[in-house]
């Protein structure tokens, strides 16, 4: 493991990097937990950068696309910006027009999280104060990240409050298997296990229904382009941008497969979570100097294990409420392969 520490305006901060025998190495900031390279070798063994990153380190403290980055205390958006939970209402930090985005100004990924390096990896520890963001509750997340010499790189998440209160973790790593941004991602295929996602309005809100993936640009059971949803006059697709930033519901624990005909690169993803958001890049703006090249739409896209958003406004949905004293957990490991 090497460490490198380093200041983010005026912030003090630590970058590690884990590899293995392979070759591959994923690289990380305390700050946020915020991922910012993860290498690995195309079909000819060359070793490139898969995800986007900033060339200025300095970027990682505004950060407008969370790249890389652990979101908490809640991942994706709370409509209004308000919830109720046993009978009180609490107001949240409005961050996305009325609504909020992400844990909102104050969220886990602007902080700098106490690191311990452990066998395999760091462990990552923050305490978030009763009221941070608006949220009840003092809460101490755990965030540890591995890597083993299959090419597995494991985030395990876990939490406890000592008042009743929600909570949603993901990580919102921008992949682009083509290597150091060489094309977008518009012909990643992608295979996804799901019969149903979310509807959205046009705040990206849910509207709390979940629509069959049958004949549409969002079937992707059988695999099929990112292109699909790019190309779609489905009015979802065109909501968010020409492209997805949809929940899709998990039909149990098979594999959510990314594949890169052009590089060879697959990624194979597990997760015990109910959800995965497809975001498919849409709000990269154009011209911002990333490692490796320049933003534009498409970059990259997340893949974002985690509960439904906005569920706390959805009975119907699974909820992600934790109460005193309970633990919450979340495990998503990233293996690479090459096809």
Known sequence: MDIMTGTINGINIKEFTLSNKNGMTVS??????????????????????????????????QNPWYLGAVIGRFAGRIGSGSFKLDGKTYTLEQNDGNNHLHGGKSGF?????????IAGG????????DGEGGYPGNVKAVVTYTLNDEN?????????SDQPTLLNMTNHTYFN?????????????????????????EELLPTGMLR??????????????????????????????EGYDHPFLLNGQEDIVLSDEGSGRVLRM??????VVLYSGTQITDGEKLDGGISRKYAGLCLETQGLPDSVHQPHFPQSIIRAGETYTAHTIYQFSIQ
């Open 122 to 129: 760091v462990r990552f520890t923050h305490e978030s104060p």
């Open 152 to 160: 597995e790189f494991a985030i395990h998440y876990e939490a406890v």
């Open 28 to 61: 990380f900031l305390d700050y946020g937990c915020i991922i910012t390279k993860i290498v690995v070798p195309d079909r000819e063994g060359k070793l490139e950068n898969v995800v986007i990153g900033y060339e200025n380190a300095d970027r990682y403290v």
């Open 270 to 275: 597990k997760t015990d979570q109910n959800c």
């Open 177 to 201: 298997l083509s290597g150091d941004l060489k094309r977008d991602i518009t012909d990643h295929v992608l295979q996804l296990d799901s019969d149903r996602y979310g509807e959205l309005n």
């Open 212 to 241: 069959p993936v049958e004949g549409t640009a969002f079937d992707f059971r059988r695999g099929q382009p990112i292109r699909a949803g790019v190309e779609s006059e489905d009015p979802q697709n065109k909501l968010a941008g």
């Open 109 to 117: 990924d602007k902080v700098v999280w106490k690191s311990e390096c």
